[in-house]
């Protein structure tokens, strides 16, 4: 069973730091990209960041870019987003997603992403 379990979500307080985590289970990250997105209330999910298989290739979309960084640890079969200098407007549920795409030298947050985890909760106070 291909499984993503994300951890990591908390409260926090604006200018503060999050890290966190998407552990897959039952395929390996070596062959899929990863996704981070993100829905606020009322809001539309949006996409935050993505790495390619190796981790060679990531992405940001602008409200994070320069804030967010994307890695992967191979061994660990997990990849993980650090937010720093977060704001209260990243408040959201954050979502990690995967991708088989093991020959593509980019990753795309607009392409169709087949395995979703359960999402983690941050909050950023003001």
């Known amino acids: 069973q291909l499984q993503l379990v994300e951890s990591g979500g908390g409260l926090v307080q604006a200018g503060g730091s999050l890290r966190l985590s998407c552990e897959a289970s039952g395929f390996s990250l070596t062959s899929h990209a990863i996704g981070w997105f993100r829905q606020a209330p009322g809001k539309a999910r949006e996409g935050v960041s993505c790495?390619?298989?190796?981790?060679?290739?990531?992405k940001y979309e602008d409200p994070v870019k320069g804030r967010f960084t994307i890695s992967r640890d191979t061994a660990k079969n997990t990849v993980y987003l650090q937010m720093d200098s977060l704001k209260p407007e990243d408040t959201a549920i954050y979502y990690c997603?995967?991708?088989?795409?093991?020959?593509?030298?980019?990753?795309?947050?607009?392409?169709?992403?087949?395995?979703w985890g359960q999402g983690t909760q941050v909050t950023v106070s003001s």
């Open positions: 997603a995967a991708r088989y795409e093991p020959t593509v030298a980019e990753c795309d947050l607009l392409r169709k992403y087949t395995v």
């Open positions: 790495v390619q298989t190796w981790g060679t290739n990531a």
